[in-house]
């Protein structure tokens, strides 16, 4: 773990706030894209919540950013892989 926390230091030292803006970037992309495919398969997300006996508007309501916040966070590694992929390309765009 202390070699994994020594690589993220030497990347914010070297490309600063435009890897950060890049993650972030991602991140909201990645969180924006789940909800809306959680919204647009609300009928299939109601199906399986029913077929397990968990079917309740209030919660199929609260759920939708739950689910999609599930779903944003199992693409953690590849918004890292990309972060540290293109922030090189962007870094060099701007300068």
Request: a positive charge; proline letters at 2%; zero cysteines.
């Amino acid at each position: 773990m202390n070699k994994i926390i020594q690589k993220f230091v030497q990347f914010k030292s070297k490309y600063g706030k435009t890897g950060l803006a890049l993650y972030f970037g991602f991140s909201a992309l990645s969180f924006g894209s789940s909800y809306y495919m959680v919204k647009q398969n609300k009928e299939t997300l109601t199906y399986y919540l029913n077929k397990i006996g968990l079917h309740n508007e209030k919660m199929l309501n609260s759920s939708d950013i739950l689910i999609a916040y599930l779903a944003h966070k199992t693409t953690i590694p590849l918004r890292i892989g990309a972060t540290a992929a293109l922030t090189p390309i962007v870094k060099k765009m701007i300068l």
